[in-house]
């Protein structure tokens, strides 16, 4: 068993930056990567970002390319989601997500393990 911890969101104005952070204890696994979704309220849960554990390989949704930057610190089993130049549109609850192989991931199936969420409203 994993948990997954989210932190960091808030309500910010467009054009600010936020820094997510997810803290994940429980289980060890030896390879393993790691994502970010995001649900808007009426619409379905979508990939952000994602990282591997070991070679920090990083894959992004077109929408926010540029804009987010996903991290990790192994020492502290966290990883990062650096979010700047914010838009009414990025306003969701952000996810962090677990998954047991050490390639990444845009489908939500191929998460087993999933935090509890972070609000994020950005404020026109």
């Known amino acids: 068993q994993v948990q997954l911890v989210e932190s960091g969101g808030g309500l910010v104005q467009v054009g600010d930056s936020l820094r997510l952070s997810c803290a994940a204890s429980?289980?060890?696994?030896?390879?393993?990567?790691m994502g970010w979704f995001r649900q808007a309220p009426g619409k379905e849960r979508e990939f952000v970002a994602a990282i591997t554990k070991s070679s920090g390989t990083t894959r992004y949704a077109d929408s926010v390319k540029g804009r987010f930057t996903i991290s990790k610190d192994n020492v502290k089993n966290t990883v990062y989601l650096q979010v700047n130049s914010l838009k009414p549109e990025d306003t969701a609850v952000y996810y962090c997500?677990?998954?047991?192989?050490?390639?990444?991931?845009?489908?939500?199936?191929?998460?087993?393990?999933w935090g509890q969420g972070t609000q994020v409203t950005v404020s026109s």
């Open positions: 429980g289980r060890t696994f030896i390879r393993y990567s």
């Open positions: 997500a677990f998954r047991n192989s050490p390639w990444t991931s845009s489908e939500l199936k191929g998460y087993e393990y």
